[in-house]
């Protein structure tokens, strides 16, 4: 795994020493010597992690770490803080000002290496799906999930620690309950099913378990797809370097050295949380975009692109099963006169209204879609004619005998509806060719006086 790192220190010499130790593992580093060079690299969008010293003249590290995390070109970057750090106020500052981690002088390589890599991993998981976010952002109006990435603050998760050793866990749990909502669990096995049936933002695993490996735990969770996003922390003996290395392997997140440091403990578990639900809004971001994409805005049915690419999947499957499809366009008469007469928002008005008799009297298994303008689709699966010509009738009578309130519901106005039939001949297989056959049933009912089904025969 490669990155681009920007090591940001004012003294030469800690640069130079971040830098050796940084390409002898095959980053790509880039320096600045000052918070301005930073932040200007930084904007050039070059960079994907940052390593920032925090005592520096002029700008120091926490203000430069502020204005990283407050501007939305720059908010995403991975910020790890190195310093002593050894009073809880300046870790408390570092926090406030947004850093992601911390390392501290004199820098174990060990320590260096895995929270680089840890958080390289998490910016490219998460970097294809932002740029689509905000892509959709951009172009659906969908609200971008990073601006609220910006404000999220990583408290009020729901953690679970799984360690047998009492007086470390009274600890652990202590510092955590004061800013979320902890879990504990002694046992590995019971441990797996908690975690795999609740909701949980964070695991912190002892890899000093009694009697079990909890590497093997963590393996089990990554390999559960429940739990293969969950962040894992594990907590480890300052000997035992080689099976961090080794958990990092296995996608834990981050690790903490015995003894926990109180104030380590809250900003590893709350930058864990925070990412969490970045990575949960991007995902949310992405299932909407793809909803949208297939949904009609106004009517909230199915679009055209979904009811193709889906008809042609439920063709093939009812032909595999020697079952039939009866395909129904739908179109309302006179559609024109009530956009003419009554302006374009009551025709809005008419064609959600539309939408939603359609709904109620489909089945579940019924595919639903707004063809265009005033045109719908539905399409019925194992359903021979006589059935369907009974359930299209009865969508013409919902369509006929009640009227369409517009205006907001100050006018009342009488529509009916045409709609043309076909089934799938036991030959049939492209989907232009029935919709085509029901097409010309529908013009059969148009021209025949409307508010007609009319069935076009295989």
Same mark, same amino acid.
């Given at each position: 795994?490669?990155?681009? !790192?920007l090591?940001?220190?004012?003294?030469?010499?800690?640069?130079?020493?971040?830098?050796?130790?940084l390409?002898? %593992?095959?980053?790509?580093?880039?320096?600045?010597?000052?918070?301005?060079d930073a932040l200007?690299?930084?904007?050039?969008g070059?960079?994907d992690?940052?390593l920032?010293? !925090?005592?520096?003249?002029?700008?120091?590290g926490?203000?430069?770490?502020?204005r990283?995390k407050?501007s939305?070109?720059?908010?995403?970057l991975?910020?790890?803080?190195?310093?002593?750090l050894?009073?809880p106020?300046?870790?408390?500052?570092g926090?406030?000002?947004?850093?992601?981690d911390?390392?501290?002088k004199?820098?174990r390589? !060990?320590?260096?290496l895995?929270r680089?890599?840890?958080?390289?991993?998490?910016?490219?998981m998460?970097d *294809?799906?932002?740029?689509?976010a905000?892509?959709?952002?951009r172009t659906?109006?969908?609200?971008d999930?990073?601006?609220?990435?910006?404000?999220?603050?990583?408290?009020?998760?729901?953690?679970?620690?799984?360690?047998d050793?009492a007086?470390?866990?009274?600890?652990?749990?202590?510092?955590l309950?004061?800013?979320?909502?902890?879990?504990t669990?002694s046992?590995?096995?019971?441990?797996?099913?908690r975690i795999?049936?609740?909701?949980?933002?964070?695991?912190?695993?002892?890899?000093g378990?009694?009697?079990?490996?909890?590497l093997?735990?963590?393996?089990?969770?990554?390999?559960?797809?429940r739990?293969?996003?969950?962040?894992?922390?594990?907590?480890?003996?300052?000997?035992?370097?080689?099976?961090?290395?080794r958990?990092?392997?296995?996608?834990? +997140?981050?690790?903490l050295?015995?003894p926990t440091?109180? +104030?380590?403990l809250?900003?590893?578990?709350?930058?864990?949380?925070?990412n969490?639900?970045?990575?949960? &809004?991007?995902?949310? +971001?992405?299932?909407?975009?793809?909803?949208?994409?297939?949904?009609?805005?106004?009517?909230?049915?199915?679009?055209?692109?979904?009811?193709?690419?889906?008809?042609?999947?439920?063709?093939?499957?009812?032909?595999?099963r020697?079952?039939?499809?009866?395909?129904?366009i739908?179109?309302?008469?006179?559609?024109?006169?009530?956009?003419?007469?009554?302006?374009?928002?009551?025709?809005?008005?008419?064609?959600?209204?539309?939408?939603n &008799?359609?709904?109620?009297?489909v089945?579940?298994?019924?595919l639903?879609?707004r063809?265009?303008? %005033? *045109?719908?689709?539905?399409?019925?699966?194992?359903?021979?004619?006589v059935?369907?010509?009974h359930?299209?009738?009865?969508?013409?009578r919902?369509?006929?005998?009640?009227?369409f309130a517009?205006?907001?519901g100050?006018?009342?106005i009488?529509l009916?509806?045409?709609?043309?039939m076909?089934?799938?001949?036991?030959?049939?297989?492209?989907?232009d060719?029935l919709?085509?056959r029901a097409?010309?049933?529908?013009?059969?009912?148009?021209?025949?006086?409307?508010?007609?089904?009319?069935?076009?025969?295989?």
């Amino acid at each position: 795994m490669t990155a681009r !790192v920007l090591v940001v220190d004012d003294i030469f010499a800690n640069v130079k020493l971040l830098e050796t130790r940084l390409t002898a %593992e095959y980053f790509e580093v880039l320096t600045a010597m000052n918070g301005p060079d930073a932040l200007a690299l930084c904007e050039r969008g070059d960079i994907d992690i940052v390593l920032l010293d !925090v005592m520096m003249p002029g700008m120091d590290g926490f203000e430069v770490c502020r204005r990283l995390k407050a501007s939305p070109t720059t908010a995403h970057l991975p910020v790890i803080m190195v310093t002593a750090l050894d009073q809880p106020s300046d870790r408390l500052k570092g926090l406030e000002a947004g850093a992601d981690d911390f390392v501290t002088k004199p820098i174990r390589e !060990v320590a260096l290496l895995t929270r680089v890599r840890s958080l390289v991993r998490i910016k490219m998981m998460t970097d *294809e799906l932002r740029a689509r976010a905000q892509a959709t952002s951009r172009t659906l109006g969908i609200r971008d999930p990073f601006i609220e990435a910006i404000s999220e603050p990583g408290q009020n998760g729901r953690v679970m620690i799984v360690e047998d050793r009492a007086a470390a866990l009274e600890r652990m749990q202590g510092a955590l309950s004061q800013h979320h909502t902890v879990e504990t669990e002694s046992d590995p096995q019971a441990a797996l099913l908690r975690i795999a049936e609740g909701n949980f933002d964070c695991a912190l695993i002892s890899l000093g378990l009694k009697d079990f490996d909890g590497l093997r735990l963590c393996s089990q969770l990554r390999s559960m797809e429940r739990t293969r996003h969950l962040p894992l922390v594990v907590i480890s003996d300052a000997d035992s370097d080689a099976k961090v290395l080794r958990g990092l392997d296995l996608g834990v +997140n981050d690790y903490l050295m015995r003894p926990t440091d109180r +104030n380590e403990l809250l900003a590893r578990v709350r930058t864990q949380v925070k990412n969490r639900r970045y990575a949960e &809004r991007l995902r949310d +971001n992405l299932q909407a975009s793809m909803e949208l994409a297939i949904t009609d805005p106004l009517t909230g049915l199915h679009n055209r692109r979904y009811m193709q690419s889906h008809l042609a999947a439920l063709i093939g499957e009812r032909q595999a099963r020697g079952k039939g499809v009866t395909l129904c366009i739908l179109d309302i008469d006179h559609f024109k006169a009530v956009n003419d007469s009554y302006g374009h928002d009551a025709g809005d008005e008419v064609l959600r209204e539309f939408a939603n &008799r359609l709904r109620k009297h489909v089945r579940g298994v019924d595919l639903l879609a707004r063809f265009g303008g %005033e *045109e719908f689709v539905v399409a019925m699966p194992d359903t021979d004619s006589v059935v369907a010509f009974h359930a299209a009738e009865r969508i013409r009578r919902a369509i006929e005998n009640d009227g369409f309130a517009i205006h907001s519901g100050t006018r009342t106005i009488n529509l009916t509806c045409s709609i043309g039939m076909a089934g799938l001949a036991p030959d049939e297989s492209a989907i232009d060719t029935l919709l085509k056959r029901a097409d010309e049933a529908l013009y059969q009912a148009k021209r025949a006086g409307r508010n007609k089904v009319v069935a076009n025969a295989a």
